[in-house]
């Protein structure tokens, strides 16, 4: 990084006197106010091509410790962006219950939006695992890709819903080997099973006292299309999770792991 010219933008510009919400670029490197930073290729060619952004405009940096940095476009040459770091400010839209997706991976470009919408609603972990009745299986080389794949969707979430720390996504594993090398804890494990009840919570109201439902971590998982089999339901029991029903009708995977997400962070979390 070099050296920047000393000037200041504000955190929002300003179209006539409407204020618009500023462009978010994630960039994996260590940012300080001062010094001008080339963004990565991909962010740059959205910012070049489809903002048809120029120098001087506005944008915000974060690299995933917390904070965010006001941003100016420096240059703009062809596909390279380079823009210069101004002050930081602290970001704090994390959730108060930190929690574990384990999500059996589904069909097609499913889990991407798994992904996505985990991440808009505050996941702080996905853990992606194949279990018996699992269609997608994965080699090494393809677990690899695909977790790359699932960070750069998880970044693209985190820039557009105003996160300034990026979810912990593990690469996929067995479901079994992942149940075994788990720990004993004191937060709460479920693992979806439809028409079940966890009977600790039916008569739990999201209005209740928040002393009363204070929860700072939790875990729970979603299984395959075809769910989970029942030495599998035995595994989640011996590591601690219990069986929760999300109502009586049978959920898709992808829409389980966002309504149970969503039933967490009513119940424990940022949605009270």
């Known amino acids: 990084m070099r050296q920047l010219r000393s ?26 106010a001062g010094s001008i930073v080339d963004l990565p290729k991909e962010a740059a060619v959205h ?34 962006v380079a823009a210069a770091i101004g002050a930081p400010r602290n970001v704090d839209v994390e959730s108060r219950i930190a929690i574990t ?55 693209a979430a985190c820039e557009q819903c105003g996160r300034a720390r990026l979810p912990i996504i593990d690469s996929p594993a067995a479901l079994l080997n992942y149940l075994g090398q788990l720990t004993p804890s004191d937060h709460p494990r479920w693992v979806l099973e439809p028409h ?9 109201a999201p209005g209740n006292s928040p002393q009363r439902l204070a929860v700072p971590a939790a875990e729970i998982a979603v299984g395959p299309e075809g769910g989970f089999a029942e030495d599998e339901l035995e595994g989640f029991r011996i590591a601690g999770f219990s069986r929760l029903g999300l109502g009586p009708r049978v959920l898709r995977t992808e829409t389980a792991a966002i309504a149970a997400i969503v039933w967490l962070q009513t119940l424990f979390g940022d949605m009270l």
């Open 7 to 32: 000037h200041e933008r504000s955190w929002y510009g300003t179209a006539g006197s409407r204020q618009m919400r500023l462009t978010r670029v994630y960039v994996d490197a260590a940012l300080e």
């Open 47 to 80: 910012v070049a091509k489809v903002l048809r952004a120029r120098s001087g405009d506005e944008i915000v940096l974060f690299n995933g410790d917390g904070r965010e940095f006001s941003g100016v476009v420096e240059s703009v040459r062809g596909n390279r």
């Open 101 to 155: 997706l384990v999500q059996c991976l589904p069909r097609a470009e499913k889990m991407d939006f798994v992904v996505q919408k985990a991440t808009e609603l505050g996941v702080a972990r996905m853990v992606p695992v194949t279990s018996q009745r699992s269609v997608v299986r994965l080699d090494d080389q393809q677990a690899h890709s695909k977790q790359t794949h699932w960070r750069s969707v998880a970044i």
């Open 196 to 204: 079940t009840i966890a009977p600790a919570l039916r008569n739990r």
